[in-house]
């Protein structure tokens, strides 16, 4: 799955427990009729993805949904969602794309004409 919107927010890591765990957030805002702040956690090695990106970007991250069941000490079971990215892609238009070579480099054709056969399937 994937969410396509503008950074609002990227948290700082966060470190828990003796084993190190870390985790880190990043909220972006949908681009709908309807905006939606959506929240999603990158996890230990994947906290360092967001290190090259900035607040206003627009970004495309890929998720998974998590659901995990926790039993209370009354003995009720309660779920909860998280949603973990684990890619995040740049969707800024930053002009042509770098492995293009630039237009002066094409030499125009000399001879162009109406003659030439149409092989073309549309």
């Known amino acids: 799955m994937e969410v396509i919107g503008k950074v609002k927010l990227i948290g700082e890591v966060q470190t828990f427990g003796s084993n190190g765990f870390r985790k880190r957030e990043l909220v ?3 681009d709908e009729q309807y905006p939606q702040m959506i929240m999603i956690e990158f996890v230990q090695d994947k906290t360092d993805l967001l290190n090259s990106y ?28 998280s949603v973990q990215g684990w890619r995040i892609e740049s969707l800024s238009q930053g002009g042509a ?8 480099q094409f030499e125009p054709t000399s001879s162009v004409s109406d003659e030439e056969p149409d092989d073309l399937p549309f």
């Open 97 to 104: 794309p770098s492995n293009l070579p630039p237009v002066d």
């Open 28 to 30: 972006v805002t949908t």
């Open 54 to 81: 900035k607040v206003g970007q627009d970004v495309k991250v890929s998720i998974n949904l998590r659901g995990r069941e926790w039993i209370n000490p009354q003995g009720e079971a309660k779920y909860f969602n």
